[in-house]
């Protein structure tokens, strides 16, 4: 088929985001490649880790979330996750947060579907 991604990336444990994947077209022809709603695509594991928490708070974090979204998720981590968490770095961090237009799909956001 020719699709590829080009960031097999790992998501660390405590990362609150959204997941960009990046794929390009390898076909020799660049023929459009066609991925349907329901066709398998990507292929994500949930592992265990063993140790001390450790959470994710680098520059990524919040990355595509709207205001309301990140409001909510800093609230969620207060609550119930405040030992694990540095708060004012989370805060700082969401200040500074990757921000750019969500993707859009025909002028409407591209919702992800539960």
């Keep these: 088929m020719g699709l590829s991604f080009l960031n097999a ?3 660390h444990s405590g990362y ?14 660049r023929s459009p490649i066609l991925v349907k709603k329901n066709d398998p695509l990507i292929h994500i594991e949930f592992i265990s ?19 309301s979204e990140v ?3 800093l ?5 119930n996750f405040n030992s694990e968490f540095n708060i004012q770095k ?6 500074n947060r990757f921000q750019t237009k969500s993707p859009t799909l025909k002028g ?3 919702t992800p579907e539960v």
């Design 108 to 110: 409407k956001p591209v």
């Design 75 to 79: 609230s969620i981590i207060k609550n």
């Design 16 to 29: 609150v985001g959204r997941l960009a994947l990046e794929l390009v077209n390898l076909s020799n022809d």
């Design 90 to 95: 989370l805060e700082e961090i969401a200040n």
């Design 71 to 73: 409001n909510l998720y």
């Design 9 to 11: 990336a790992k998501v």
């Design 49 to 67: 880790r063993i140790g001390d928490p450790s959470p994710y708070s680098g520059e990524y974090m919040f990355q595509y979330l709207s205001e």
